[in-house]
T-cell receptor, first 108, second 113 residues
Framework: DAKTTQPPSMDCAEGRAANLPCNHS???????VYWYRQIHSQGPQYIIH???NNETNEMASLIITEDRKSSTLILPHATLRDTAVYYC?????????FGKGTTLSVSS | DSGVTQTPKHLITATGQRVTLRCSPR?????VYWYQQSLDQGLQFLIQ???????AKGNILERFSAQQFPDLHSELNLSSLELGDSALYFC????????????FGPGTRLTVT
């Protein structure tokens, strides 16, 4: 599984877009990029995943660079409830290998 | 609500004891995963079962064991407990055995005193 690097923390104003970066320069061709988040001590929540193309769902958008060495998770209109730890995971096996993630703080 | 249930929510026990954590996956999901989250180690994958069979193993101690039953619920058994085993234990499920999004339960908080 690819090693991922994320900034430890980010701030965002409520209603603005939150752009969370992730570097995964060692990712291999068959490894997906997954994003999960954990709100306080709740169970992690699946957000989105992608391989090569950009992806969008009702929660977020995922932009993957053409060389696949980095990606950005976009929460288009952050709310206070989006305050959480966001994990970027490069996954080939069935298990999720969590790093330290980015703590996103959304404030009004 | 992910549809994954875990019992109990909290468990307090003494060193040397044995406990069993239970997980019911989402309806129709065949895979169950167990994760441990402690303050110093973060979220760590322990073990995966798919349709009753062990599929993948992570950093699971020999004192820990798991199984998945015919009705697909799973149990994680922790024995000879140590203070360092205090952690949140999460169960997750997915509908396949390979690369699928996983849905996590609310966790069981274990405190070993």
């Amino acid at each position: 599984d690819a090693k991922t690097t994320q900034p430890p923390s980010m701030d965002c104003a409520e209603g603005r877009a939150a752009n969370l970066p992730c570097n995964h320069s060692t990712i291999s061709g068959n490894e997906y990029v997954y994003w999960y988040r954990q709100i306080h001590s709740q169970g992690p929540q699946y957000i989105i995943h992608g391989l090569k193309n950009n992806e969008t769902n009702e929660m977020a958008s995922l932009i993957i660079t053409e060389d696949r060495k980095s990606s950005t998770l976009i929460l288009p209109h952050a709310t206070l409830r989006d305050t959480a730890v966001y994990y970027c995971i490069g996954q080939a096996g069935t298990a999720l290998i969590f790093g330290k993630g980015t703590t996103l703080s959304v404030s009004s | 609500d992910s549809g994954v249930t875990q019992t109990p929510k909290h468990l307090i026990t003494a060193t040397g004891q044995r406990v069993t954590l239970r997980c019911s996956p989402r309806s129709g999901d065949l895979s169950v995963y167990w994760y441990q989250q402690s303050l110093d180690q973060g979220l760590q994958f322990l073990i995966q079962y798919y349709n009753g069979e062990e599929r993948a193993k992570g950093n699971i101690l020999e004192r820990f064991s798991a199984q998945q039953f015919p009705d697909l619920h799973s149990e994680l058994n922790l024995s000879s407990l140590e203070l360092g085993d205090s952690a949140l234990y999460f169960c997750a499920s997915s509908d396949g055995g390979g690369l699928y999004e996983q849905y996590f339960g609310p966790g069981t908080r274990l405190t070993v005193t």
